[in-house]
């Protein structure tokens, strides 16, 4: 076996499951365990008990690390969706998740849809939208098959300006859209008028100036945020106060020397768009996932591997992608979220999990790297002790320690990173997601945040996949 | 006694002390403890074994914890330093530290004194600079005694910026120079042309348009930007990036709509000056600095208490001031610092400790709040677990936990802040700095960082001054 020296895998599986890595001089750490159902624990050892199979497996797992790990993600443009994503020319809009139909879209999600329908000005009124979309008139898509993400309901039309990120690496390319920042926003299902006036704002006023600043800057290396950023108390998800502050610092001296200054609005233009970048904590989020489905999507087609690629939910369904399996999805029903909830509503109010953002606890942050970010629970609940305890938690899943994502508390330890479909299957712990949480209701918002722990269903699915192909 | 919740004494003393709190319903904790000299036990006893002493000091020391905690300090101005400092118009140079003589000052504090003197145009070379200064030609006097501090050689000319810290719950104001950055400059005692040079481009060119953003932002709020840095992984003395990002972030509107954008070299010259926050990730030093003088001076001159209100080193004393004594400095030699050196530098280069960066501690930050910055040890040595434990082990001796400056790490504990001269004449624990490392010689710069134990003959030498007053 030919593993980094940093990798031990951690086994929580029957006893046979550990010594045949024994035999092969992998060094490993045996947890408590609780018995997995027989269909799991049966395409487990088709894979263990059969030496060919098992050594291709490590392989392809070995090598989608490698590949997973060795990213570096630099920001590179900023463009209109629609030249980046042809296919939406006809109609069609991208959403957060495993595929979906306007029938079986949660509230959340029917909001965002419906008010990118009337930001596009494909419909006069959300009633109208509504009707088009019920028709199946405008085409639904996910984010994750055409390169993209997008938080909550990650809803991308054809005239949303798209971040535009670069695996300098591998050479291969993520979207996301500009964050509309907190609160009555398109993608927690808010769409009246205020909300389709700030989507215009960073269309018309925002995206041609970032968008100069951007290539002016000639390629911000989002990676090298991202670990300094998790030495700052962020886990890249939920908490992006130091990325977006350091993301905002290396900007800004493109913003104010750009062109722009020298037209009689310029100053004032950039002006807004710093107190924008300053005012919005969560700006580096959409950031940090195109980055973390960047440095993922070189991993994403490996025969034998067991590895997941993309973790992701459209309000309705939770689902999985992995290496092994490539473009499949395997899904669950969206669970539920355990988080603080704004004054005036509760639990009762709360759509189930949604949105892309899933894909940085995929890439190693977000509740992976909790311990890191011990000032996250005055937002979304908890102590600092039960961040590391999470974090801690999915060492057990994970199949590495990231190089270069490193958690100082931890004695500067990687953050877990590749969840293992084995290592879900025999230890029965399922990945636990930072997240924020939706009025169930289209219109209305976000609620809350908090955490979440996704079905573990989809990850025996795939195992099961991956050990009868 | 009406001391706030918060505030519970440790005592690392005799019995007898221990008891006499118990006699007065005050919870303590007792520590290990090793005997004081006679004379400094016979101080603490004098002190304590009087109640109405005891009473005194109890209530000076809690008004100075309340005055020290409530500060709310703003950045309001940017000046020149005559305009603020008139006695400075005399051919006068502040430095760091207590008072100090040519002829006793080190290598470094040479160095930037008489790079001071190039600069203001007293003379016309080095050599004729350390001419006037060896001649008396040109005053010396504490940073500290103008209400200014200084990092390192602290030096302050006439005609250097200084930044205007206003205290808006007491009134008073403190004041520091610019950070020029790391490496060859004017505080590590270097001097050369290129220091020079960058000393006059923050005078000619950032000033001016940085004093008209200040004011545009109209008082950046400094106590709240420290209070969130410190969730961020500062330490607010050897480690501000997240202070100085989110300072970035929040002046940058301000610098980008002012009216130097309307001529002609304008977005040329904010962007040198964003740049120059973006690069120089020390710039908060100097405000966390002045800020902490603007919440300790309020403290400084209550009678019977023996709460530190300032410690600072001049490369050949460490000295401190206390509240009950007033302005009064007790000094011992400046201690030797226990640090990481840059490639090709050792211990044998280093000067002793030296500059009014130990501001930050007396005020809470800075090595006694070591545990919120955990990868501040990547660049001053030791581990995260050992950041814990110098934090840990000065709440032994200090007066409160801060309110407003709270540890994640710690369940959100507050900063030690506060050093009680009894506490440390009883417990025989120094109290310990960050700090950065200057060559010993004029002229060179900065050779590492590190952790430094002050010594302790000082805070005795005050116990005694306290207790025979």
Chains 1, 2 share one sequence.
Not at 172 to 201: H, M, P
Not at 269 to 283: C, Q
Not at 402 to 413: E, K, M, Q, V
């Amino acid at each position: 076996m030919n593993l980094p020296a940093s990798i031990q895998p951690v086994i929580a599986g029957p006893e046979e499951f550990a010594d045949a890595l024994a035999n092969q001089g992998v060094p490993s750490v045996r947890l408590a365990w609780q018995p997995p159902p027989e269909t799991v624990s049966s395409a487990a050892t088709r894979v263990l008990g059969d030496a060919r199979r098992y050594a291709a497996m490590e392989a392809a797992n070995t090598e989608a690390m490698t590949r997973i790990t060795s990213a570096r993600c630099v920001l590179v443009d900023l463009r209109m969706a629609r030249d980046i994503v042809p296919e939406l020319g006809d109609r069609m809009l991208l959403h957060a998740g495993p595929p979906l139909s306007w029938e079986a879209a949660c509230g959340p999600m029917r909001g965002a849809l419906a008010g990118a329908a009337l930001y596009e000005g494909w419909a006069r009124s959300l009633p109208e939208a509504e009707t088009l979309l019920e028709r199946g008139d405008i085409a639904l898509s996910p984010c994750h098959e055409h390169d993209a993400v997008g938080p909550m309901a990650g809803v991308i039309s054809p005239s949303m300006p798209v971040l535009v990120v670069e695996n300098k690496t591998y050479g291969n390319r993520a979207f996301s859209t500009l964050n509309e920042g907190l609160g009555k926003v398109l993608r927690y299902g808010a769409n009246d008028a205020g909300v389709i006036a700030r989507l215009r704002w960073l269309r018309d006023e925002v995206a041609p100036t970032l968008t100069a600043a951007i290539r002016r800057a000639d390629g911000l290396d989002l990676t090298s945020i991202i670990a300094q950023a998790l030495h700052m108390g962020d886990e890249l998800h939920n908490r992006n106060k130091a990325a977006t502050a350091l993301f905002t610092r290396a900007i800004a001296p493109s913003l104010a020397e750009g062109d722009i200054h020298r037209s009689p609005l310029g100053p004032r233009l950039v002006g807004a768009i710093l107190r924008y970048l300053a005012e919005t904590d969560v700006f580096f989020l959409n950031l940090a996932m195109a980055a973390s489905k960047a440095a993922l999507d070189p991993a994403a087609d490996l025969p034998g591997s067991t590895i997941v690629t993309a973790m992701s939910r459209n309000g309705t369904e939770f689902g999985i992608r992995t290496s092994g399996t490539g473009d499949r999805w395997f899904t669950a029903p969206a669970p539920a979220i355990d988080g603080l909830y704004f004054p005036g509503y509760g639990p009762d109010d709360a759509n189930p999990d949604l949105g892309d953002s899933a894909i940085t606890e995929t890439g190693g942050l977000g509740a992976f790297a909790l311990a890191a970010a011990p000032a996250i629970t005055q937002f979304i609940g908890g102590t600092p002790a039960l961040a590391r305890r999470y974090t801690d938690e999915m060492y057990g899943i994970t199949y590495a320690e990231h190089p270069r994502y490193t958690i100082p508390a931890l004695d500067f330890r990687g953050t877990p990173v590749g969840v293992d479909l084995l290592k879900v299957g025999m230890s029965r712990i399922a990945p636990v997601l930072d997240t924020g949480i939706a009025h169930k209701e289209s219109g209305v918002g976000q609620i809350g945040a908090g955490i979440v722990r996704v079905p573990i269903e989809p990850f025996d699915q795939a195992l099961m996949a991956v050990a009868s192909s």
